[in-house]
């Protein structure tokens, strides 16, 4: 069958970002593959119809025309509520899309035996997850960003520049979680000339940051009393701890974050599988990024790549697009079956629950995708 691929509006509150970019929709048509795009869905990212039909998309005014018509859907973030009339059971989503914390939309693509694919899933045979890496790379950097604005008096910080100046010490920054979101986040502080500390644990990781930055940076073995004393230190607590297709632990109690400094702030980047700080009780968004809580400004926005969305735009588009490319040419199925890094990113497969850490979150059964795709075909 023909892979046309559908990109619909982000239709999730405060989201700015587009799945594919005018160029790399512009690579798709080059190879006679079929891309439709919803009018509009480029406009909050800075890229307008024209570029996109320049590149050889149709533009559909409707998404029930462009649902209708594609096979592939390939989208930013998971399908809001509005959008589950579209599903059918011949249907691939490929996108983001943290089904641990979204029942109904787990119950939703099963019900409809909708293939999903979580692109945050996708997992390389060395265990890298190179469609999270790009949107963990901006959250990483994007959260040193925020938070030295939110350090700023006006925004009810504590009026601290994260790098002081000649003759006063810089802001402490503390960062739970030395993966790809952590090492950016300490590669932004660093550079804006922060007093950083990373911790994890993993102490390989702990040892390559060592090394990387060049004993720049303080690092520490993760644990709840070597956080209790770091996070009661931070004057900017990021955390990054995140777990593929489950919910991420609670790593920093309402007890710790009553130790915090008046003024700090924490940036919790893992808030899109449930948050690693107990005192998030919320998510915000790009409008009302934070809240007080204990004297401490807490921001919980879960798509903090939509700050940028020229950037994360790109960034996501350039790293969704081989694998694009693979279920164009092939077909999603075969792509499935000879390629294990895409079929790692598989939730929902036929009415089942194809990925183990989700069925377990759930309380539900999984079933190997192995079983349901068959033998490789090579």
């Known amino acids: 069958m023909k892979t046309n691929f559908g990109i619909p509006k982000e ?19 080059d190879e006679g593959l079929s891309v439709a795009i919803e009018a509009g869905a480029g406009d909050l990212a800075g890229f307008d ?27 930013v973030k998971e ?20 089904l641990a914390v979204e029942e109904e939309l787990t119950r939703e693509l099963l019900k409809k035996k909708i293939c999903a694919v979580a692109t945050e899933a996708v997992q390389t045979p060395g265990g890298e997850l190179p469609l999270l890496r790009p949107m963990s790379e901006v959250a990483g950097r994007m959260s040193v960003q925020l938070g030295a604005r939110f350090l700023e008096k006006q925004n009810g910080g504590r009026g601290l520049l994260l790098g002081g100046v000649p003759g006063v010490a810089p802001a402490k920054v503390v960062i739970l979680g030395g993966g790809v979101a952590g090492s950016n986040a300490a590669q932004a502080a660093l ?24 004993g720049q940076i303080k690092t520490y073995y993760s644990n709840p009393s070597t956080i209790a004393s770091r996070v009661s ?9 995140l777990i593929p297709s489950t919910r991420a632990p609670k790593l920093v109690s309402a007890d710790m974050v009553k130790t915090m400094k008046k003024g ?31 004297g401490v400004l807490h921001c919980a926005v879960p798509n903090i790549p939509s700050f940028v969305p020229k950037t ?45 850490a989700l069925a377990l979150s759930l309380g539900e059964e999984h079933t190997e995708i192995s079983l349901l795709i068959g033998f490789k075909v090579k």
């Open 264 to 294: 700090s702030v924490i940036i919790d980047i893992a808030i899109d599988q449930g948050g690693n700080v107990e005192t998030i009780d919320r998510v915000t968004s790009l409008d009302n990024p934070v809240f007080e809580k204990y």
């Open 233 to 241: 230190e931070a004057d900017l607590l990021i955390t990054a701890v």
């Open 312 to 356: 994360a735009s790109y960034a996501y588009s350039y790293a969704i697009l081989p694998y694009l490319r693979e279920i164009g040419e092939k077909g999603t199925f075969v792509a499935l079956k000879e390629d294990d890094s895409l079929s790692c990113g598989v939730s929902t497969f036929r009415g089942a629950i194809t990925n183990e």
């Open 191 to 214: 550079g804006m000339g922060a007093d950083v500390s990373v911790l994890d644990i993993n102490s390989k990781r702990l040892s390559s940051l060592d090394m990387f930055f060049g």
């Open 79 to 98: 399908p809001q509520k509005c959008e589950f009339k579209h599903f059918r059971e011949d249907l691939v989503i490929f996108s983001y899309l943290h």
């Open 11 to 29: 239709l999730k509150e405060g989201e700015t970002r587009v799945a594919l970019t005018p160029d790399s929709v512009g690579m798709l048509t």
């Open 49 to 75: 119809d024209e570029q996109y039909e320049k590149a050889g998309a149709k533009i559909v005014s409707t998404p029930d025309e462009l649902w209708a018509n594609s096979n592939v859907i390939v989208k």
